[in-house]
């Protein structure tokens, strides 16, 4: 009985010295967490989630100052990863932050002043054009983050959505009818 | 809208579980002209209860009654275990087991085609550790001079569990061939002195070895018929004739000889009804005889050392363990990627 | 004869070929009203040439390639474009396209016919042709045929795919019994453009008068091409599958057939080319079998852009015909709607009703009995990626190859359950092509972001250099005498001498911001593709535009920019 018990304490005690060590050989520098969590987030970089892009809102869900519902143009599924990826459960999106169809930016090449004030606004430098002169949207790096509207002093900025084309079909889910016939 | 395509082989499920039905006729057949019409009755109350909790199961999970009750897999389950319990078995045993092979094994873990385990095995494998003592009680073939009892007879026994006066149970049954095989090795008597026993026929159990070859005779139809892979019965009893084999040439005293293993017991159903139901049987070719040879080494050593004189059963239970193991293991090249590494 | 080898799974469906073989190829009639999508290829879709109103000649481009990958786009008679717009094709999503509309004249007048003496031309000669004849894979697939030239390593075996697997269609059957000379004579010119010796040509052995045809053309022409009959099961008439079996080499998961000295054409194709070369005719007709639930099941050539509810009236659909396959039934999609457009892909359409293919019944549960496994031909295992796919488990759909599908629908049409298998496919796939789309634009965007922060952290820095410098030079020139402060001022606005430091730094600011914007392009647009630069002068072209059209109207020379003179 004793010497099992001895057995069992040793056992532990050697375990446990082996997990330590481990620890501190493999102990990965500087902050994955929040990297892995980036790699997660839509990189719209629209400040939705109450911080200036989504590096730093990964950063405060790293250290546990946010929370994982904040982040709209994730959508569910966005949820649900981080979810997965924190081990925590999955949260709703609050009343006040819920996602929108996606969409891109367009400026009216008529009415635009080329006053630079969306360019300095577009997180990812996807407006083109220089001072005074007319400024277009890089419909392919635009990330809908709709930061640019506001900034824009003639209201020439409109957000389209992105519409459902040949080229971006999706086959559906197949319908599974098993209950239809009951 | 509809994806292609638009056609359909109509095979369909129910199909291809009647046919194994139909398959398993001639062995029932034999059982019945050997050990009598009891093995009926115990058929009818297992499908009863078969249909019975798949119904309850079904409506339980908010499914639909029709296509799964109509795809015979339930009645096969209960076909199944009704056939691995002694026939003169009181009448809630084969109701206790195919209900809980349906409710348990099969619908908890996600009804048809989620089952890690083979249904009828589980359910077999918790009469006999439950109930062992009801286990043990088969009877003898007719033609041994035993007083047979009427079919009336056998029916108010197996509801009552009260003989006619003056009868003896033990004088109507006895243990399975493979069990006084094992108990006499214990005794100290050699394989062919327990043979001369008059249980034993020509290959193995008198009555029970014609019973096997009725069901050999299903599986190679079903075999022809291409409803299950060849790979799996040939693995199976390939690997229990071989080590078999072996050891009878080394030490023919102590262990039976091959021919003994294939018809005694449940190698034959086993090989070509159990083993093979899909759902817990490796998807691969390669998985398949893998999963074939572990279970007729399990089969092995647990008629040869374990402590149930069959082993049939529990080695498919502890083979479907592996299953997911297998087939992970054995996933075989795609079209144009046989010269590559994985 | 040659050595035949086999490959894995495969399945026989009932073939219903006979009842369209009955009667000859029939000239569908010319149509009062054409539909002419513009994306008739694999690839990128072609550009409109031609302006709404314009009067075109049958023959005559009205579609550019755009991009290496994608082909012309031709007017199939003369006749009027009365609209460009979107318009509904024959497509699973229903989504409409750009299509012309072309109203026929009734002239049929063709538009110039370029003939070429091909052995005199070279293989990229000969690309551009039919690039210029808009000819694409009549198989199916119409992947663009110039493209499928151009190959990096030798090639020596060209396989032709007569084979046609798939049941009720008949156009390349008929097409083969028919022109079999011509077809031929296509082989020998991509046989030509190509550089290789053997040729193969596959029929499938359940068309015994197309192979005697196909044997007596090449008999007659003294090529040495070889006409095989290989053994009938469906999918031997995919192009990996077909090069399996004629030459025993298994194209790699993921690489082009050339990449095995293999190159594989449809007899369709092959006669195209024949068409357009030695003819000078661009891709505006083809070979199309109307066939099912109709009172006279035959082969039509119809023109490009023929609404299909023409030919199945030619061929009287009966009464219970509830909808419309294009393709076979295995394979093809079922049409939103019977008067979308033929196009280049069309091989076939098929009436059908619910007693001709009965709506599956309610999917079961996968059984795991593997009988799709048996029959793929790609030795896939779709009872796994069946369940991956439904539990949207991608990640796992991918390792156990889901991209090597061919979406044949072998496994389906085994399936005891009648699982819809082959539409989880291409749910997943879908769905995991749009996840890399997005996972890639989510890079970008962070790239950008990163790299946007960075420049402005730089600009910071060199802006408060440069004050520091001025600031410097400023300290500097006060130091000195106040009469050598123009010496230092920028010659740019020689007016501006005067001895406030103050108004000297901005000048020099505003001189050095100017040069700036001459010399330097705009920050943002450093990192941009040719493509999206030209965008972006092209619009700044249209700009400049307006305000010369704004100072000719007599503004003055400072236009305003609000000025919209149109
Ligand atoms: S809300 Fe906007 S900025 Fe915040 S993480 Fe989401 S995409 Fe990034
Ligand atoms: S263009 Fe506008 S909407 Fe698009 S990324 Fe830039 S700021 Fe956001
Ligand atoms: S054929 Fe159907 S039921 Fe059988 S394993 Fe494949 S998917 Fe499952
Ligand atoms: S559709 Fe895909 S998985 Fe199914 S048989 Fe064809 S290649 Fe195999």
């Not at chain 3, 196909?214 to 077909?242: I, N």
């Not at chain 3, 357009?276 to 639930?293: D, F, K, M, Q, Y």
């Not at chain 3, 300290?475 to 000195?480: D, F, P, W, Y």
Request: proline share 8%; net charge neutral.
């Amino acid at each position: 009985m004793i010497t099992a018990l001895w057995i069992m304490i040793a056992l532990a005690a050697l375990l446990g010295m082996i997990l330590g060590y481990a620890s501190i050989r493999f102990r990965v520098e500087g902050n994955p967490l929040a990297e892995k969590i980036d790699a997660v987030l839509p990189q719209t970089q629209c400040g939705q989630c109450g911080y200036p892009g989504c590096k730093p809102y990964a950063d405060a869900i790293a250290k546990g100052e946010a929370d994982i519902n904040l982040c709209p143009p994730g959508g569910e599924e966005g949820i649900h990863k981080l979810a997965e990826l924190l081990g925590v459960e999955f949260k709703p999106f609050g009343e006040d932050a819920q996602p929108k169809p996606k969409a891109v930016a367009f400026i009216d090449e008529q009415i635009c002043i080329g006053c630079t004030l969306c360019i300095q606004a577009c997180p990812v430098d996807a407006i083109a054009g220089a001072a005074k002169q007319m400024h277009t949207i890089i419909t392919s790096e635009c990330t809908g983050c709709e930061l640019c509207v506001p900034p824009c002093p003639v209201d020439c900025i409109s957000m389209l959505p992105i519409e459902e084309k040949l080229t971006n079909w999706k086959w559906r889910y197949p319908v599974f009818e098993l209950r239809q016939t009951s | 809208m509809l994806s292609s395509p638009f056609i359909t082989r109509t095979l369909s499920v129910d199909r291809i579980m009647l046919r194994v039905l139909y398959a398993l006729l001639p062995g029932i057949a034999l059982y019945v002209w050997y050990f009598g019409p009891a093995i009926l009755v115990s058929i009818a109350l297992a499908v009863t209860a078969a249909l019975a909790t798949e119904a309850l199961m079904l409506k339980l999970r908010d499914r639909p009654l029709r296509p799964f009750l109509s795809d015979y897999s339930a009645l096969l389950t209960g076909v199944l275990i009704a056939l691995s319990i002694p026939p003169l078995a009181p009448w809630w045993l084969p109701v206790v087991g195919t209900a809980f092979a349906i409710a348990v094994a099969k619908h908890l873990y996600g009804g048809l085609g989620s089952n890690p385990f083979n249904p009828a095995m589980i359910g077999y494998a918790v009469l006999i550790i439950s109930f062992p003592h009801e286990m043990t009680h088969w009877l003898s073939p007719q033609d041994m001079g035993h007083s047979a009892l009427s079919l009336g007879q056998q029916l108010h026994y197996i509801f009552t569990s009260t003989l006619p006066a003056g009868m003896q149970l033990d004088a109507l049954t006895m243990s399975t061939p493979l069990d006084t095989l094992k108990t006499q090795l214990h005794l100290g008597m050699t394989v062919s002195d327990i043979r001369d026993l008059p249980i034993y026929g020509r290959l193995a159990g008198k009555g029970s070895e014609m019973v096997a070859a009725g069901f050999a005779l299903g599986g190679i139809y079903l075999l022809i018929a291409r409803i299950i892979p060849w790979q799996l019965p040939l693995a199976f009893l390939g690997t229990l004739f071989a080590l078999s084999g072996v050891f009878n040439l080394i030490d023919p005293a102590h262990y039976a000889p091959p021919l003994f293993h294939w018809f005694s017991g449940a190698a034959m159903i086993g090989a070509f009804f159990i083993l093979t139901d899909p759902i817990t049987s490796p998807t691969t070719a390669k998985g398949r005889i893998l999963f074939g040879m572990g279970a007729g080494l399990l089969t092995f050593l647990i008629r040869a050392y374990g402590g149930f004189p069959d082993g049939v059963a529990f080695a498919t239970i502890l083979m479907n363990m592996c299953v997911p193991l297998i087939d992970a293991w054995t996933q075989p090249k795609v079209f144009g990627k046989k010269g590559s590494k994985r | 004869m040659i050595k035949l080898r086999s490959f894995h799974g495969g399945v026989h469906p009932p073939t219903h070929k006979k009842e369209s073989t009955q009667s000859p190829i029939m000239a569908a009639p010319l149509p009062a009203q054409l539909i002419i999508p513009f994306r008739q290829h694999a690839g990128e879709a072609a550009k409109p040439v031609v302006q709404v109103g314009e009067r075109v000649l049958k023959g005559q481009l009205i579609g550019e390639p755009v991009g290496p990958i994608s082909s012309s786009v031709h007017a199939p008679t003369s006749g009027t474009i009365t609209a460009i717009e979107l318009q509904q094709i024959a497509h699973p999503s229903a989504l409409p396209d750009l299509c012309a509309t072309l109203v026929s004249d009734g002239l049929e007048e063709w538009g110039v016919r370029q003939t070429l003496s091909y052995r005199q031309l070279s293989s990229d000669e000969l690309q551009k042709h039919l690039r210029r004849c808009g000819i694409v894979g009549l198989g199916g697939a119409v992947f663009p045929s110039d493209m499928k030239l151009r190959h990096p390593t030798v090639v020596n075996t060209l396989v032709i795919n007569g084979a046609e697997c798939e049941p009720y269609i008949t156009c390349d059957d008929m097409l083969m019994r028919e022109r079999a000379e011509g077809i031929v004579r296509g082989i020998e010119i991509l046989r030509h453009a190509l550089g290789t010796d053997a040729v193969l040509i596959g029929i499938e052995d359940n068309k015994p008068q197309a192979i005697t045809a196909m044997q007596r053309a090449v008999d007659e022409s003294s090529h040495p091409f070889k006409v095989v009959a290989v053994p009938t099961l469906y999918p031997g008439g995919s192009a990996k599958h077909l090069i399996k079996v004629l030459t025993g080499v298994e194209v790699p998961s993921g690489k082009l057939p050339t990449d095995v000295g293999v190159q594989c054409y449809n007899v369709a194709t092959a006669y195209a080319a024949h068409r357009a070369v030695e003819h000078g005719e661009p891709l505006v007709s083809r070979i199309v079998t109307v066939t099912g639930n109709v009172e006279q099941p035959r082969n039509y050539e119809a023109l490009i852009g023929t609404p299909f509810s023409e030919l199945v009236e030619l061929s009287v659909a009966k009464a219970d015909t509830n909808r419309y396959i294009m393709g076979g039934p295995m394979m093809g999609v079922e049409l939103p709607a019977v008067n979308v457009p033929l196009v280049k892909a069309s091989n076939c359409v098929i009436a059908a009703s619910d007693v001709l293919f009965p709506p599956p019944p309610p999917a079961m549960p996968c059984i795991r009995c593997t009988r799709c496994a048996q029959a793929c031909p790609v030795e896939l295992q779709p009872q796994e990626l069946y369940w991956f796919a439904k539990s949207h488990n991608f990640g796992k759909a991918q390792e156990y190859d889901l991209f090597d599908c061919i979406e044949c629908g072998a496994c389906a049409y085994v399936c005891p359950s009648s699982i819809p298998l082959v539409q989880y496919y291409r749910y997943a796939k879908s769905e995991i092509r749009a996840r890399d789309h997005e996972k890639r634009a989510a890079d970008l965007a962070r790239e950008r972001h990163e790299f946007r922060q960075f420049r402005i952290e730089r600009e910071k820095q060199e802006k408060a250099e440069r004050l520091a410098q001025k600031e410097r030079a400023a300290a500097e020139a006060k130091a000195k005498a106040a009469a050598t402060a123009t010496v230092i001022a920028t010659p740019v606005d020689p007016s501006a001498d005067t001895d406030d430091t103050q108004q000297m730094r901005i000048d020099a600011a505003l001189a050095r911001a100017k040069e700036q914007a001459a010399t330097t392009p705009p920050k943002n647009t450093e990192t941009l593709s040719p493509a999206q630069r030209a965008e972006i002068e092209a619009i700044e072209e249209r700009r400049a535009h307006i305000h010369e059209l704004a100072a000719d109207a007599g503004a003055d020379d400072e236009p305003p920019k609000h000025s919209q003179g149109n």
